[in-house]
């Protein structure tokens, strides 16, 4: 009974509103702006995981360059001749920053896997 009481003047107020008509194109125009705004969201999440994926990018970049950086690598200057290369094994003294090189070479390969995997199955509903 209280419920009934509380919704009476709620139905009174309503059945005095007046009705309109709605415009005949009501339906179509409110699905193009629906429509509008997914792609804006679309483009936005799409500008986000660019960011993202430059962000991570330079980072990963920055991560290499610092290790050459600290571990005292430099590069050898380049002469006017051009010699034969010549390769040799590392020495155990340089171990730990080769290392270090691959293993940050693997988790370069893995982040760039997943960052595409993520990629391709947003963009993969579409």
Do not use: C
């Not at 009934?4 to 005949?24: N, Y």
């Not at 050898?76 to 020495?91: M, Y």
């Amino acid at each position: 009974m209280i419920q009934s009481e509380k919704q009476d003047p709620f139905k009174e107020l309503f059945r005095q509103l007046p009705t309109e008509q709605l415009p005949a194109d009501f339906r179509s125009n409110m699905m193009h702006q629906i429509m509008g705004e997914v792609e804006r969201v679309k483009k936005r999440n799409e500008r986000w995981m660019l960011v993202a994926i430059v962000a991570a990018s330079l980072i990963f970049v920055g991560l290499g360059i610092g290790a050459f950086y600290f571990m005292g690598f430099t590069l050898p200057e380049v002469s006017a001749t051009f010699k034969t290369p010549s390769f040799e094994l590392p020495s155990f003294s340089k171990l730990p920053s080769v290392l270090y090189l691959g293993i940050l070479t693997l988790l370069l390969l893995f982040g760039d896997h997943k960052i595409r995997r993520t990629y391709f199955k947003k963009h993969k509903e579409e």
